[in-house]
């Protein structure tokens, strides 16, 4: 009897996530008098448009704002969880956290301006070193150039 292998993934352990953040403000002109009005609405067919008063607009805009940090937090906790793993695991990086307010005592600019930094070992392991308390998004690009540039260089 034939064997058949299947694989499967994994179950995700994030849970599936929708976040809308939308708002359009305009001043229109009253076309019977021409008289500026300020109008806003989040739906992207304007169903819900209406008169604001700069007050409500501003309401509205710090409540945008709540919205845009949750996004900005779900692609951080993407990044985290299932990006920067796959990343490491694909290219076989060994990643470390570094603690630059220790390592770059006498060069804070330098601390303050580190992303990255990748070596190459004798056995052909990649170690990218990161600084501890990156962004999650910002760490998997600062991987990600770095793997890129050594791939380019390799190659050249």
Known sequence: MPQQTTTSTAPSTLPE??????LTAEIMNDLDDGRPT???????????????TPAQLVAKVAE????????????????????????????GIELEELDTAKL?????????AFRAFCAVKDDGGIIVAVPKGQAPVERLA??????????QRTAA
């Open 64 to 91: 945008l704002r709540a919205h845009a940090d949750r996004i900005e937090a779900l692609a951080n906790e993407y990044a985290t969880k299932v990006a920067i793993p796959a990343f490491v695991e694909q290219y």
């Open 104 to 112: 770059f005592d006498d060069a804070p600019n330098l601390a303050a």
């Open 38 to 52: 300020l109008v806003a609405y989040a739906e992207g067919n304007a169903g819900d448009i209406q008169e604001v």
């Open 142 to 151: 600062a991987i990600r150039d770095l793997v890129l540039d050594l791939q």
């Open 17 to 22: 996530q929708s976040i809308t953040a939308s």
